[in-house]
């Protein structure tokens, strides 16, 4: 069965404290791998998507990376507009994503 | 100008009820989509359609009918409305099918008394 799992679950950084998640996928023929941000009440925020191995996308504090098992999400020097829960989610192209149970991600400032 | 627009947005209603919720997408894209979040933020798809044709359709209660009268509009309705059914609701649209990113609505909550 197609899976994505992430991790942590939750994660509290002090403001300007660098540090990734995890998103590792067993989704057999992956497309893509896309990452959400989704804030309380809301839907989810479209950031990036990735194609390939060693490819990797960068917006504002975030990079994301992908290996043939997992995606990592990069937060550089986060800042407390940074809070929310990050969602990350797998395609095999002709299928809709399946997604991870996301990170709730806490800054303090 | 909101691209994908979902309505209502609460919705609190009793066991037993038929409710429906509306989407629509202005994007111009061939497929759209109706997730399921729990309680602990897990978002499930539910149904897929691509071009008013449903594609997917996953283990879902036959009492929740999706309808696409054109391929901007996507509506769910529930019948038969059970305490389970509580949850948020996700309308989303994409281009490309599943390759390419998919838009999400703001969600409808549903609550079941």
């Known amino acids: 069965e197609d899976q994505v799992t992430q991790s942590p679950e939750a994660l509290r950084l002090q403001e300007g404290e660098s540090s990734s998640l995890n998103c590792s996928y067993t989704?057999?023929?992956?497309?893509?791998l896309f990452w959400y941000r989704q804030d309380p009440g809301k839907g989810p925020e479209f950031l990036f998507t990735?194609?390939?191995a060693g490819e990797e996308k960068e917006k504002e504090r975030l990079k994301a990376t992908l290996t043939k098992k997992e995606s990592f999400l990069h937060i550089t020097a986060p800042k407390p507009e940074d809070s929310a829960t990050y969602l990350c989610?797998?395609?095999?192209?002709?299928?809709?994503?399946?997604f991870g149970k996301g990170t709730r991600l806490s800054v303090i400032a | 100008d909101t691209a994908v627009s979902q309505t209502p947005k609460y919705l609190v209603t009793q066991m037993g009820n038929d409710k429906s919720i509306k989407c629509e997408q202005n994007?111009?894209?061939?497929?759209m989509y109706w997730y399921k979040q729990d309680s602990k933020k897990f978002l499930k798809i539910m149904f897929s359609?691509?071009?008013?044709?449903?594609?997917i359709n996953e283990t879902v209660p036959n009492r929740f009918s999706p309808k696409s009268p054109d391929k901007a509009h996507l509506n769910l309705h529930i019948n038969s409305l059970e305490l389970g059914d509580s949850a948020v609701y996700f309308c989303?649209?994409?281009?490309?099918?599943?390759?390419?990113?998919?838009?999400f609505g703001q969600g409808t909550r549903l609550t079941v008394v």
């Open positions: 989303a649209s994409s281009q490309a099918g599943g390759i390419t990113e998919a838009f």
């Open positions: 989704v057999s023929g992956l497309r893509g």
């Open positions: 990735l194609y390939s």
């Open positions: 989610a797998g395609s095999k192209g002709n299928t809709p994503l399946v």
């Open positions: 994007l111009g894209h061939d497929t």
């Open positions: 359609y691509n071009n008013k044709e449903l594609i």
